[in-house]
């Protein structure tokens, strides 16, 4: 059978004519959509930049619809949902993104991590924990072990999080260390005495030079009686950490008292007082005078080189004035001026308080409370 030619030269044209017009179609509908979407895109920008977030989010929303394939405009909305506080509309984007078969592993690894920040803004903790511990070997690994230390910080899960510590600890050597050493005291605090003990020691390994484990173990040693063993672990505390003194001063101060060893504790504590002018130690050094005339005149020497209406307070207690019938008012006043002065206050976010913390109650910050009170701020 022969083949007509003629077919050929009419199939040709027609096919190049076919294909042109549909090239042409194709074409319109793809600048239709490149003029949707940036324009959208960059609406929603302006919406963001201006902090008007809900003419942003409806802007982001459209762009997404015209092009539903764009990951970057995804991040882009779930983390304007989480800002909001919309958590759930923020965990629906990012799980949309995990669900896509053509996420790069980078972009993979990022939803993750929003999806895991997500949680956590929003008080998923164990859900959040399970998101995180999915970061293990990715970009986002240190970022989500300092999440996760957050996490077992708040519920108070002292193990895990010395678990954490370490972990970050071995690819930035000694940065944790004192971390590490508080997360052992707190395990300490709730342990039996012999317990205690070995978590304390390990405590002082870990972190040699914080001041907390060797004032914790040595008050377990007072409180199983062994007052000459609980006095010589305050004293290696004090001549490690010198500028810790003012802070066991006190518990310096009763110890010696209990084991016949003032002189000793009065030399240390009279070195601290020469070079910081602490009130902690002037108070440690009058409680450990045999003579109470000779203690407050420790409290005028002190006023001579510092003003303080703390020190002012303690030394007019013992002070006959000439008005003796006016002397418990005079004092209760100072007294209460005196008082907001002799509180801690954190370096970190101004959170004052009575009581020494090592963990801020305000912001959460460990190691943030100078050892000196306001007055000597």
Not at 166 to 187: I, S
Not at 209 to 233: I, N, Q, T, V, Y
Not at 287 to 313: I, K
Request: some cysteine; charged content about 25%.
């Amino acid at each position: 059978m022969d083949f007509d030619l003629t077919w050929l030269l009419w199939g040709l044209p027609i096919a190049f004519g076919l294909g042109w017009l549909a090239s042409r179609l194709d074409l319109r509908q793809l600048r239709i959509e490149n003029r949707l979407a940036p324009k959208a895109y960059f609406r929603g920008l302006n919406f963001l930049l201006n902090e008007q977030q809900d003419q942003a989010i409806d802007a982001f929303i459209e762009a997404v619809q015209n092009d539903p394939d764009t990951s970057e405009l995804h991040f882009a909305l779930g983390n304007l949902f989480r800002r909001r506080g919309e958590y759930e509309r923020a965990v629906r984007v990012h799980e949309h993104l995990l669900s896509r078969a053509d996420l790069s592993a980078a972009e993979r690894h990022r939803a993750q991590h929003d999806l895991a920040l997500d949680f956590l803004k929003a008080g998923l903790l164990d859900r959040a924990e399970e998101a995180l511990r999915k970061l293990q070997g990715t970009a986002y690994e240190e970022q989500a072990l300092l999440a996760l230390l957050a996490i077992y910080e708040r519920s108070r899960d002292w193990k895990q999080a010395l678990e954490i510590a370490r972990r970050l600890d071995a690819g930035n050597p000694g940065q944790f260390a004192a971390r590490q050493a508080h997360y052992l005291c707190e395990q300490a605090a709730g342990a039996a005495p012999a317990a205690a003990e070995q978590l304390l020691q390990q405590a002082l390994q870990a972190a040699p030079r914080s001041p907390r484990p060797g004032m914790e173990l040595a008050a377990l040693r007072r409180k199983a009686g062994d007052d000459r063993g609980a006095f010589e672990m305050l004293l290696e505390t004090a001549r490690t950490v010198p500028t810790a003194t003012p802070l066991l001063a006190a518990q310096l101060a009763d110890t010696a008292d209990a084991c016949g060893r003032r002189d000793e504790a009065l030399a240390l504590l009279r070195e601290s007082y020469e070079r910081t002018h602490a009130l902690d130690a002037l108070d440690a050094i009058a409680a450990l005078e045999s003579d109470p005339e000779t203690a407050r005149r420790h409290y005028v020497e002190h006023l001579q080189s510092e003003p303080s209406l703390v020190a002012a307070a303690k030394w007019i207690a013992g002070e006959k004035l000439e008005h003796e019938q006016f002397h418990p008012e005079v004092q209760r006043a100072l007294e209460h001026a005196a008082k907001p002065l002799t509180r801690y206050r954190c370096a970190a976010c101004g959170f004052e308080s009575k009581q020494y913390f090592w963990q801020c109650p305000g912001c959460q910050a460990w190691d943030s409370y100078p050892p000196r009170r306001v007055e000597e701020l």
